[in-house]
């Protein structure tokens, strides 16, 4: 499955699912965000079974003040809707791996 370009008018709909969804606080000027970004690509192509997502906080303020981002990149997990599981910095694939399951 492909990563979904996440904001406000559609980050609700993309969590309004049984799936497990895993959502990516990034912005472009970020090294560890584009060192996490092909991870995450991957993890989303591997896993079907996972909604993969991702907000940039630079146009999306509002998303990340919701989740309380305060440093990216930040990998929240959600379940039912609500934060399950919680990662802050780059992290091998492995470990992103570890967060959703």
């Given at each position: 499955m492909s990563v979904l370009a996440l904001n406000k008018s559609n980050f609700d709909e993309a969590l309004n699912t049984e799936k497990t969804v895993l959502v990516d606080f990034w912005a472009p000027w970020c090294g560890p965000c584009r060192?996490?970004?092909?991870?995450?690509?991957?993890?989303?192509?591997?896993?079907?079974?996972?909604?993969?997502?991702?907000?940039?906080?630079?146009?999306?303020?509002?998303?990340?003040?919701?989740?309380?981002?305060?440093?990216?990149?930040?990998?929240?997990?959600?379940?039912?809707?609500?934060?399950?599981?919680?990662?802050?910095?780059?992290?091998?694939?492995a470990q992103v791996l570890a967060l959703v399951k």
């Open positions: 060192m996490l970004s092909p991870i995450v690509d991957q993890v989303a192509e591997e896993n079907p079974d996972l909604v993969v997502g991702k907000v940039n906080v630079d146009e999306e303020p509002e998303l990340a003040q919701r989740f309380g981002v305060m440093s990216i990149p930040t990998l929240v997990v959600l379940k039912n809707g609500e934060e399950v599981n919680r990662s802050l910095g780059a992290k091998p694939k």
